[in-house]
């Protein structure tokens, strides 16, 4: 799972035992050598996808953009400013070093669930990786005004989600084990370390986004298949504000 430049299993119980933020600065180093780092695969379907329905944008947002994997997607797609927004320092040093090269992008240490009011209006595109699990059902909807907010009229808040897991299915009781052990953890351990799996439904975010006040549509990413019953085993979400 991990490759030899990854976490020692000692390094990731220290991260797992910190807050969110702490956990992330002590893991940023090595965070792109682990599963955690949205694989390059999800980031072209994405790509791909939006090149192909929506062509090119103005500015663009990556909120939640750790060390920089869907930065360099906005960097091709948007023709403007690029905003990476993250609560750790650590994640953005590192998606500093690593987009160093375009001044178009910069990088904001903030908390998405209260995004900074002089970010407001200012996007066209705004996409996210790999971090709804750190975030309950009930911090959604300050998570998604905070984006409608920063998008223009008219601007795409673009992410990927999967199709629910059947409980047939091993990985369904591999992640509700690790959803129990946090919530077990988060219990008995301050400060807690919110990351679950299974908290983040397509029903449950359409209707937050919804309220937020976006227009919502999902398109099939067929780069991954389909389920045995059709269903498409990954979604785009395109809310538009
Ligand atoms: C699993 S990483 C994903 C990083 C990157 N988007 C990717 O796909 O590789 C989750 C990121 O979310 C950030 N994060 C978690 N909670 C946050 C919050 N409330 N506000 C901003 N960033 C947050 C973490 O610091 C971390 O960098």
Not at 93 to 103: I, P, S, Y
Not at 104 to 127: E, H, I, K
């Amino acid at each position: 799972m991990f490759s030899s430049h990854g976490p020692s299993v000692r390094e990731l119980a220290v991260q797992g035992l910190s807050s969110v933020e702490r956990g992330y600065d002590l893991l940023a180093p090595k965070f792109d050598h682990t599963p955690f780092r949205t694989p390059d695969r999800m980031l072209d379907a994405v790509e791909e996808t939006l090149a192909r329905r929506e062509g090119t944008f103005g500015a663009g947002l990556d909120v939640c953009c750790g060390t920089g994997a869907g930065t360099g997607l906005l960097r091709r797609l948007c023709r403007d400013r690029i905003t990476g927004v993250d609560l750790s320092a650590g994640m953005l040093a590192e998606a500093g070093r690593r987009h160093a090269d375009d001044d178009r992008v910069d990088f904001v240490r903030a908390d998405a669930r209260d995004l900074p009011a002089d970010l407001a209006d200012s996007y066209d595109l705004a996409v996210s990786f790999g971090a709804f699990g750190h975030f309950l059902p009930s911090e959604r909807p300050a998570l998604f005004s905070g984006v409608h907010s920063a998008l223009r009229p008219g601007g795409l808040f673009a992410f990927p989600i999967g199709a629910p897991i059947p409980p047939s299915s091993p990985v369904w009781w591999a992640v509700a084990g690790f959803d129990a052990l946090m919530r077990v953890r988060n219990a008995v351990w301050r400060p807690p370390f919110v990351m679950y799996y299974r908290t983040f439904p397509l029903s449950g975010v359409r209707a937050d986004l919804r309220t937020a006040g976006f227009t919502v549509e999902t398109v099939p990413l067929e780069h991954f298949g389909r389920l045995p019953g059709g269903a498409p085993r990954w979604r785009l979400v395109l809310a538009r504000r």
